[in-house]
């Protein structure tokens, strides 16, 4: 309306895909006015173009801001934390800071083989009931699996749920949660720490060929401290299953062609 000022902080913002890619390539295309002209210096903040992560951002924009901060990614880990973007970016209000995308990344930055992948889940608890925790994972093979379990606390709950899922058994070493920024709808960054049970169920490889020393860490950022705790478990898990599944492949490669006694016995004279 022209007889209607335009004010406010978000008067030079852009949340819109369109608008941040014209913006991003050149700052004329939607401004008729630029704020430094009024005094307002808008510095490198924001791309230097006003803008606002959200919803509605497209690839560029998030692409650009990451570059910005020092990452570059190519195309298949882009396409992880992007889809992984919009998951965070669709739930929160007010748009996505920057230590909100470095979170972002932080739980794609160690992405592993993805065996098993959240599909969802739903989590009841209160002071007078039983926590419990339905879980729905997608396996390997594509299909879905679900089951309900109960525990001392969501956490707990869910947790327990995968394990029955997936069939694995581990000792949860070390748990650990921190608010990515300030606000009620701040992210939850959410670290984990696994040990596999020796002689414990695992439903891909052998046991026996993983160290009980070893330890599998995972990282996860969701605005729900269940589902980042959630997918920071499942990504400790998938590190577990891919490295047992690197090891008993590597075992079965020295079983199948093994060194030869008579390389064994050049090795010797050449070494007298």
Same mark, same amino acid.
């Given at each position: 309306?022209?007889?209607?000022?335009?004010?406010?902080?978000?008067?030079?913002?852009?949340?819109?895909?369109?608008?941040?890619?014209?913006?991003?390539?050149?700052?004329? %295309?939607?401004?008729?006015?630029?704020?430094?002209?009024? #005094?307002?210096? +808008?510095?490198?903040?924001?791309? /230097?173009? *006003?803008? =606002?992560?959200?919803?509605?951002?497209?690839?560029?924009?998030?692409?650009?801001?990451?570059?910005?901060?020092?990452?570059?990614?190519?195309?298949?880990?882009?396409?992880?934390?992007?889809?992984?973007?919009?998951?965070?970016?669709?739930?929160?209000?007010?748009?996505?800071?920057?230590?909100?995308?470095?979170?972002?990344?932080?739980?794609?930055?160690?992405?592993?083989?993805?065996?098993?992948?959240?599909?969802?889940?739903?989590?009841?608890?209160?002071?007078?009931?039983?926590? %419990?925790?339905?879980?729905?994972?997608?396996?390997?093979? #594509?299909?879905? +699996?679900y089951v309900?379990?109960? /525990?001392? *606390?969501? =956490?707990?709950?869910?947790?327990?749920?995968?394990?029955?899922?997936?069939?694995?058994?581990?000792?949860l070493e070390?748990?650990?949660?921190?608010?990515?920024?300030?606000?009620?709808?701040?992210?939850?960054?959410?670290?984990?720490?696994?040990?596999?049970?020796?002689?414990?169920?695992?439903?891909?490889?052998?046991?026996?060929?993983?160290?009980?020393?070893?330890?599998?860490?995972?990282?996860?950022?969701?605005?729900?401290?269940?589902?980042?705790?959630?997918?920071?478990?499942?990504?400790?898990?998938?590190?577990?299953l891919a490295?047992?599944?690197?090891?008993?492949?590597?075992?079965?490669?020295?079983?199948?062609?093994?060194?030869?006694?008579?390389?064994?016995?050049?090795?010797?004279?050449?070494?007298?």
């Amino acid at each position: 309306q022209p007889h209607k000022a335009i004010v406010g902080a978000n008067a030079f913002m852009h949340e819109s895909g369109i608008h941040q890619d014209g913006m991003i390539k050149n700052k004329g %295309t939607y401004e008729i006015m630029s704020p430094e002209s009024i #005094g307002l210096m +808008r510095g490198d903040s924001q791309s /230097g173009a *006003g803008i =606002v992560l959200g919803k509605h951002s497209g690839r560029n924009a998030v692409s650009t801001r990451l570059k910005e901060l020092g990452y570059d990614f190519d195309d298949d880990r882009f396409k992880q934390i992007f889809s992984r973007f919009k998951q965070v970016a669709e739930r929160k209000k007010g748009g996505v800071d920057d230590e909100e995308l470095e979170a972002i990344v932080s739980d794609n930055a160690g992405a592993t083989r993805q065996l098993w992948g959240l599909a969802g889940m739903q989590v009841t608890t209160g002071m007078n009931g039983i926590p %419990t925790a339905t879980v729905r994972l997608a396996g390997p093979d #594509g299909v879905e +699996r679900y089951v309900a379990a109960t /525990g001392t *606390g969501p =956490v707990d709950a869910t947790y327990k749920a995968i394990d029955r899922i997936i069939g694995t058994q581990v000792v949860l070493e070390d748990y650990s949660m921190a608010s990515v920024n300030e606000g009620i709808d701040a992210l939850a960054k959410t670290r984990v720490t696994i040990t596999p049970v020796r002689d414990g169920a695992n439903c891909l490889g052998d046991p026996s060929t993983i160290s009980k020393e070893r330890k599998f860490s995972g990282v996860s950022a969701d605005g729900d401290i269940v589902v980042a705790s959630a997918r920071a478990y499942l990504a400790a898990i998938n590190k577990l299953l891919a490295w047992n599944l690197r090891t008993a492949a590597r075992e079965e490669r020295v079983a199948a062609d093994p060194p030869s006694e008579q390389a064994g016995v050049e090795v010797k004279m050449k070494a007298q």
